[in-house]
């Protein structure tokens, strides 16, 4: 089955880490530019991050930049979100995305939520 | 970066009936837009790219139209399965962005 798994989301505390995980599995993850978005709870959707198929490019929102870290293992098949330094208006649901074509996002995880409070 | 504005934010239709989404954005995307469906606790679904072209699988009442700043989805014939939230997503340049969404409510 093609399916995007994400893991690694919880509850952690102003100034906190946390290590997003995107298992993908049922297609050629080697091939793919692959993407995080995020979505505040009843709120709308936000782009925060992409990663080539090598690794070697990656791009980030403004408001993340610097604080997270994209990442990918091909041999595991898998994507990485390193947030760092997080802030309550981190707290969202991030999701990976499988990008089809030019940045067109056409297989979604079910997403993993994060969220900052003391 | 290029702003998405969704109209109207929500849009109330009875089942059956037609629905008309439009996008605007704030500077010339070309055609590369691209809308997904949102159901409650649920991912984003893909529907069109390109402005105007389906997704796999996504039925023909669902179509995109526009270029340049101005877009519309179309849903013919509403079915219960399509009360969704609408958002509309320009791919044109970084740091890609989504209009805040249309909610099409069941009237």
């Known amino acids: 089955e093609v399916q995007l798994v994400e893991s690694g989301g919880g509850l952690v505390q102003p100034g906190g880490s946390l290590r997003l995980s995107c298992a993908a599995s049922g297609f050629p993850f080697r091939d793919y530019w692959m993407h995080w978005v995020r979505q505040a709870p009843g709120k709308g959707l936000v782009w925060v991050s992409r990663i080539s198929p090598d690794g070697s490019s990656t791009s980030y929102a403004d408001s993340v930049k610097g604080r997270f870290t994209v990442s990918r293992d091909t041999a595991k098949n898998t994507a990485y979100l390193q947030i760092t330094t997080l802030r309550a208006e981190d707290t969202a649901v991030y999701y990976c995305?499988?990008?089809?074509?030019?940045?067109?996002?056409?297989?979604w995880g079910q997403g993993t939520l994060v969220t900052v409070s003391s | 970066e290029i702003v998405m504005t969704q109209s109207p934010a929500t849009l109330s239709v009875s089942p059956g009936e037609g629905a008309t989404l439009s996008c605007w954005a704030s500077?010339?995307?070309?055609?590369?837009l691209a809308w997904y469906q949102q159901k409650p606790g649920q991912a984003p679904r893909f529907l069109i790219f390109g402005a105007s072209t389906r997704a796999t699988g996504i039925p023909a009442r669902f179509s995109g139209s526009g270029s340049g700043t101005e877009f519309t989805l179309t849903i013919s014939s509403l079915q219960s399965e399509d009360f969704a939230v609408y958002y509309c997503?320009?791919?044109?340049?970084?740091?890609?962005?989504f209009g805040q969404g249309t909610k099409l409510e069941i009237k």
């Open positions: 997503q320009q791919y044109n340049s970084w740091p890609f962005t």
């Open positions: 995305a499988r990008d089809l074509t030019g940045n067109v996002l056409d297989l």
């Open positions: 500077q010339s995307v070309s055609s590369n």
